[in-house]
């Protein structure tokens, strides 16, 4: 099984499932928070390559990594998104946030 977490060069990785429901939102916050804290990690990329369904609990955990690593000047990144993904991503309001790369 693939690691979901992944630290290297200040900037933490979080593989995201396949289904972001409510049911893995708290597991991602607890262990994104785990390493936020650590102080080893300055930004945070969602790296969505594998994953087809997100809802509004997806974007609270976004958005609440965001406002923490914003307070110390970091940058979130959503990477991989297929088009379905990118359009929650974008209705959300969450791009005037982070940025959307592929």
Do not use: Q
Not at 44 to 73: E, L, N, Q
Not at 80 to 99: C, F, P
Request: with cysteine; net charge neutral.
């Amino acid at each position: 099984m693939e690691k979901m977490f992944e630290v290297k060069d200040g900037c933490l990785t979080i593989r995201m499932p396949e289904e972001m429901d409510h049911h893995k939102a708290e597991e991602i916050r607890e262990g994104a928070d785990e390493y936020l804290l650590s102080g080893r990690v300055r930004h945070v990329i969602f790296d969505f390559s594998g994953t087809r369904f997100m809802d509004s609990s997806g974007i609270g955990v976004i958005a609440g990594r965001y406002k923490k690593v914003s307070s110390y000047g970091g940058k979130v990144v959503a990477a991989h998104a297929n088009s379905r993904i990118r359009k929650i991503i974008m209705l959300s309001g969450l791009t005037d946030l982070i940025e959307i790369v592929d």
